[in-house]
């Protein structure tokens, strides 16, 4: 079937399914009252048709009568989060505090902020945060299974986020987080122009024409708003804290409030988001992939150490911020200490694996 017939595996999914298909083919002979001529004749007119039936109803027969076990798999997979987890007992602790943390502190605010009037910069901001906080509870189920490479490619995320809501903070302009909101349209109308223009391939109905016309409208006058560069560029939003012919980009905002010593360990976590050979370190020994890893999860702390410590490294940066904002002056001091000691004990944790 494929290329090289030396690799090719009988049995791949379905057990037997040539001797099961023979065996029926007999037993349909040893009962037919037909001569054999005859039978042999019919089964070369409707073979085809013979395998292919046979094949519909084999295959039905596995689906319906699989032996996957939903309760099973689950006391598995629970019974596999609390070996890692008690394996890593405090640096698990730690970090899951300091991410509890951050979503007391994200409930009281909404709770706080509901019906009352706030600018475009604290909206922006509050629903970042949300973002962030979110991306770091992923970050730890991830861990919690085993899953390292998951949990950085997760932390992408998380860090993109957590820079746009800090130069938003640092820049404190409304327009400025208006025009990211407004920068949105760019994606909105790459993803209604894309799917009209795929949807029969994907057997989809396509947009009402309205949609397509109402999102091509807005991106004209935000064109003529701001300029057409506006939303040409991926942060287009951005290009007015650059002055000159300078387009923004995201390394030039992580310069901008400092951030770039996270760049290092953001272009690991690209590697393993992109498609390329060093996606592959993790799972090698020497020059050689070892391929059973790729399934197995880890389960060593020195694996866990820097997707715990650059994801609450990276809530600390944000915080410092969120608990200006939000805190009242007489518990402002109290609120960092008790963050920055959480942190603290977690780096602790790493002991001598600390990276």
């Known amino acids: ?20 298909f023979t ?51 689950l006391k598995s997979h629970f019974n596999n989060q609390r070996k890692i987890a008690e394996a890593n007992k405090e640096s698990f602790v730690s970090f899951i505090l300091y991410v509890n943390a951050c979503v007391v502190i994200y409930e009281k605010i909404i709770n706080r902020i509901r019906r009352r009037k706030i600018d475009s910069t604290l909206k922006m901001n509050v629903a970042l945060y949300g973002l962030v906080i979110r991306r770091a509870q992923e970050i730890v189920d991830l861990l919690l299974n085993g899953y390292v490479d998951g949990a950085m490619i997760i932390w992408r995320s998380l860090y993109e986020n957590a820079i746009i809501l800090i130069v938003l903070a640092v820049e404190n302009e409304n327009e400025l987080a208006d025009k990211f909101f407004q ?20 057997k989809f109905p396509p947009l009402p024409e309205s949609t397509e016309k109402a999102i091509k409208f807005e991106a004209k006058i935000i064109s003529e708003r701001y300029g057409k560069e506006f939303l040409e560029n991926d942060f287009g939003w951005a290009d007015c804290l650059f002055p000159g012919k300078q387009r923004a980009n995201f390394r030039l905002l992580e310069e901008k409030v400092e951030m770039n010593r996270f760049r290092p360990y953001y272009l690991v976590c690209c590697e393993h988001l992109h498609s390329n050979f060093n996606g592959f370190k993790n799972y090698m020994d020497g020059n050689k992939i070892i391929l059973p890893r790729l399934l197995d999860p880890e389960i060593d702390l020195e694996s866990f150490i820097d997707p715990m410590q650059f994801t609450v490294s990276v809530l600390h940066e944000v915080n410092d ?27 602790k944790t790493f002991g001598g694996n600390r990276k």
């Open 183 to 202: 920068h949105s349209t760019r994606n909105s109308k790459r993803k209604i122009l894309s799917y009209n223009n795929n949807h029969k391939e994907l």
């Open 1 to 20: 079937m494929g290329r090289f017939k030396n690799v090719e595996i009988k049995g791949l999914l379905i057990a037997e399914f040539e001797e099961s």
């Open 23 to 73: 065996r029926a083919l007999e037993n349909a002979i040893k009962t037919s009252k037909h001569s054999e001529k005859e039978i042999t004749k019919r089964l070369e007119q409707h073979f085809k048709k013979l395998l292919s039936s046979y094949e519909e109803s084999i295959s039905s027969f596995y689906l319906e009568k699989h032996k996957f076990n939903l309760d099973a798999f």
């Open 321 to 347: 911020y969120i608990l200006y904002e939000f805190s009242i002056e007489e518990e402002y001091n109290v609120n960092v200490l008790l963050l920055e000691k959480i942190f603290r004990k977690q780096q």
